[in-house]
């Protein structure tokens, strides 16, 4: 039996046409695109065909805008640590949400480690950021306000038109981690108002290892990586061009599908929510019920835990997460669960089934089954269950 | 005509075998190793059988002492940045030489930002640094010595065992930049003694955007990217899989035929340089006799312009280089150049030709010809060589 893939949020199968792209990309075997002869000059062109596809699927005001990186991991660290580094002279005030990405998180205690103070607001029970927590945050010494868009976790999205008003206003620079969101639905940076914004290629069926980051002209922050003068001396080091060939595909595709692709995720999301409803008691939908991203559900399932789920599922060749990959091995119950208000026993029993193109509804029936028959058995034998049941 | 490369310092094609596993990772559609399902199992296994092949190739005592990065300029900057940080409370000095990369170059300029202190040393005429000269330069602030392995635009190859040996008597880590080395010729980390070791896939025939960094058990510099677990928590993001893939079986090939390798480039260098003697006037080898490079000729032509040379051999689709492509579009005179005691302009007429497994001696005779031709063509139209031959 084929495995369902319902982890979409850790790794997106490549389009074929993207497959494509990189096959004949690796026929092709193009130079390096710093080279000042033929073979340079060809693969700075596939290169900055690439660049712009990609940039045109935020809203660039140019393509020299966006700098391609290795991950959205790596953007959102050349983000934080640049704009820290090059305003440490203004300031080394930074503001957080309780919410994000490991990525932020670590980038700011690596910062916090060189003096630098963070504050970090909290969210209300849908994961929501309140604007006027930011404006009430902000110091004289405030030099980066970096909020993520669509949470990886819950999905919630947060108000980012609002913030960047703030900001704008305060001149503060804005970066916003947007990893789970570009290409799962619309992105705007020139909407968004934000100076800087970190996505990842796989998020829209592009290779993995493959990041952008947008940086508004003349926004400044030091590079991470030093070295030749690729990306206009942004970010040195010979490019991955055969992934950054998926990446532009990718994107180009997501920018042309964006629309049919919201509302397919949409429909598998109301499914999949209305199933777990319906068949299984006890349960909790995390996340915000509107502003939210539409490829993906969190679900807390009482009394259980998830990581057995998981198990029981992947026996039968369904694919699901606990919680955002690059947190799998950390046995602590989500920070963003607790966040919102979630009871350890209920963090722990928490799914997020995460979707895309490929997804049909009869996976998601198919999981439901599944999840329905491994929550029975594995209610059977908790004893937290029985003890609250009795009660 | 079909286009003959003398540039693979700048980009070696892929391997047939290389194409061909990056194809089928393609095809096949990899997930996250991160992932705690079967598709994540499956990638993990995959991912550390290429972390077997490339650690084999530079023989680390364990495949975990090998992080995989996107370039050797990543890996560059990982090792230089992240153990001055590391070892800041121990001392903020560190010892380089004049001749070294623009990523190790830049990491240094950009610590010395931080108020760390750097002494570089210099070389002899042969791009050699004298290990006395370190060891007079190390003080007891100094926390690391960085010297490359071999020399990106004139080949020489550095005395990297004696220089461990003053830097484990004095308990001082020590980084090899071994980019342009790995892959050419054998490099064993073990016998060298060094630390850690930056390289890059695309030196031997993998994809470009893949670099590996050899972290001897027990040394711990701050990663540079700050996030998920991934890489045993030395370098966070998601991987570049299919470039991994690459890298492992272009390196599993390099050390398999590492022998016949080196001596396919030796012959041919022999050839290029007899050829180049013997068939022009005023020229200068640059570069260690002995100690260099198997694949790398440098060559000062006397009187005319390196680039006038590039652009009309580029006609002919021959393309070599003035120098390191990671320092085109810098119009000054390579800074190895004129370490070494080239004067300015003879700095300037230099060529960097280097091959690879595909190279053939007729590839080296088509070169000569045609060099011969353009510099004789270039001569008649230089006042400078008319006023040096009239004299």
Do not use: W
């Not at 934080?80 to 503001?95: E, N, P, V, Y």
């Not at 595909?249 to 999301?269: N, T, W």
């Not at 039968?316 to 046995?331: D, M």
Request: proline share 4%.
């Amino acid at each position: 039996m084929n495995t369902i893939n319902l982890d979409y949020i850790s790794a997106n199968p490549l389009l074929p046409e993207v497959q494509e792209a990189m096959i004949e990309a690796i026929k092709k075997n193009h130079g390096n695109p710093s080279s000042p002869h033929q073979l340079g000059e060809q693969a700075t062109e596939v290169l900055e065909q690439a660049r712009e596809k990609a940039a045109r699927l935020i809203n660039c005001a140019s393509p020299q805008e966006l700098v391609f990186t290795s991950s959205g991991t790596e953007s959102i660290n050349h983000a934080i640590k640049g704009i820290a580094l090059a305003k440490a002279g203004k300031g080394k005030h930074i503001i957080t949400s309780n919410i994000e990405h490991n990525a932020v998180l670590k980038s700011l205690r690596r910062l916090m480690k060189m003096d630098y103070r963070v504050t970090s607001v909290s969210v209300n029970e849908y994961g929501l950021v309140n604007p006027d927590d930011i404006a009430k945050a902000v110091t004289d010494e405030t030099i980066l306000v970096t909020i993520m868009h669509g949470n990886n976790e819950i999905g919630t999205i947060q108000p980012i038109k609002e913030i960047a008003r703030i900001t704008r206003e305060k001149d503060i620079l804005f970066h916003s981690d947007a990893v789970a969101s570009v290409g799962v639905m619309p992105i705007d940076v020139q909407y968004l108002g934000v100076d800087l914004l970190s996505f990842s290629s796989n998020q829209f069926n592009g290779p993995s290892g493959v990041g952008g980051l947008y940086i508004r002209r003349g926004v400044s922050p030091l590079p991470l990586i030093d070295g030749g003068a690729q990306e206009d001396g942004r970010r040195a080091g010979t490019e991955n061009l055969i992934g950054i060939i998926g990446m532009g595909v990718a994107a180009d595709i997501a920018f042309r599908e964006m629309e049919c692709r919201v509302e397919h995720a949409r429909k598998l999301k109301d499914r999949l929510i209305r199933g777990l409803k319906e068949s299984i008691e006890d349960i909790i939908i995390n996340g915000h019920p509107e502003f939210s991203l539409p490829n993906l559900v969190s679900v807390s399932i009482r009394y259980i835990e998830g990581e057995s789920i998981v198990l029981m599922l992947d026996e039968k060749n369904i694919a699901v997460s606990t919680r955002s990959a690059c947190a799998s091995g950390a046995l602590r119950a989500s920070h963003v669960l607790l966040s919102i208000g979630r009871e350890y026993a209920d963090a722990q029993g928490t799914l997020v089934i995460s979707f895309g193109r490929d997804t049909k509804e009869s996976d998601i029936d198919r999981f439901l089954d599944a999840l329905r028959e491994a929550v029975e058995f594995l209610r059977n034998m908790s004893p937290l269950y029985k003890k609250a049941k009795a009660e």
